[in-house]
T-cell receptor, first 113, second 113 residues
Framework: DTAVSQTPKYLVTQMGNDKSIKCEQNLGHDTMYWYKQDSKKFLKIMFSYNNKELIINETVPNRFSPKSPDKAHLNLHINSLELGDSAVYFC????????????FGDGTRLSIL | GESVGLHLPTLSVQEGDNSIINCAYSNSASDYFIWYKQESGKGPQFIIDIRSNMDKRQGQRVTVLLNKTVKHLSLQIAATQPGDSAVYFCAENRGAAGNKLTFGGGTRVLVKP
């Protein structure tokens, strides 16, 4: 009965590789998000989608490309991984895009060797 | 730039005592505030939220207070329990589209038995 689920939980890979993180929510929410949490626990939004439409696109390198095949899924693809991409990436969802609590997954810890 | 900030990285509390976590924000246009709890290895978990037209809201063992005059937000936890040990984040929506939350730096709460 997991509400927001991400896979994989851990991802260890080498610099220069391309990787994807998947996210699914079964809450029936319209809006989904990707966040990055650095080693100091600072959480910053990267993207949000509302019903498959890109709403928020923060200053993120274009090596990061989100894709939303339907409103229950928001995947994150990262090209040419760099050391600085090492972080925990969280997916979240909310009922809609107007002042609603966001519900987070348990994160994907990405480590770049 | 404007940001939500927490300046107390660690709060030690005796079990059974009340905890107060403080948060300062700088954007007077912010209209929605939210508190999250993050346990080790987990995603942020929604605790309570408050809109700018309110100054107090209560949940189960938690109370959020909003002082718009001094741009201050606090989370009070009554009868703190060992399970309350976690990192707590405040976040604000600055009235921007897309339910964009800006997070503070987090406060670690340690509950001593």
């Amino acid at each position: 009965d997991t509400a927001v689920s991400q896979t994989p939980k851990y991802l260890v890979t080498q610099m220069g590789n391309d990787k994807s993180i998947k996210c699914e929510q079964n809450l029936g929410h319209d809006t989904m998000y990707w966040y990055k949490q650095d080693s100091k626990k600072f959480l910053k939004i990267m993207f949000s989608y509302n019903n498959k439409e890109l709403i928020i696109n923060e200053t993120v390198p274009n090596r990061f490309s989100p894709k939303s095949p339907d409103k229950a899924h928001l995947n994150l693809h990262i090209n040419s991984l760099e050391l600085g991409d090492s972080a925990v990436y969280f997916c979240a969802s909310s009922q809609d895009q107007v002042n609603q609590p966001q519900h987070f997954g348990d994160g994907t810890r990405l480590s770049i060797l | 730039g404007e940001s939500v900030g927490l300046h107390l990285p660690t709060l030690s509390v005796q079990e059974g005592d009340n905890s107060i976590i403080n948060c300062a924000y700088s954007n007077s246009a912010s209209d929605y505030f939210i508190w999250y709890k993050q346990e080790s290895g987990k995603g942020p978990q929604f605790i309570i939220d408050i809109r700018s037209n309110m100054d107090k809201r209560q949940g189960q063992r938690v109370t959020v207070l909003l002082n718009k005059t001094v741009k201050h937000l606090s989370l009070q936890i009554a009868a703190t329990q060992p399970g309350d040990s976690a990192v707590y984040f405040c976040a604000e929506n600055r009235g921007a589209a897309g339910n964009k939350l800006t997070f503070g730096g987090g406060t670690r709460v340690l509950v001593k038995p």
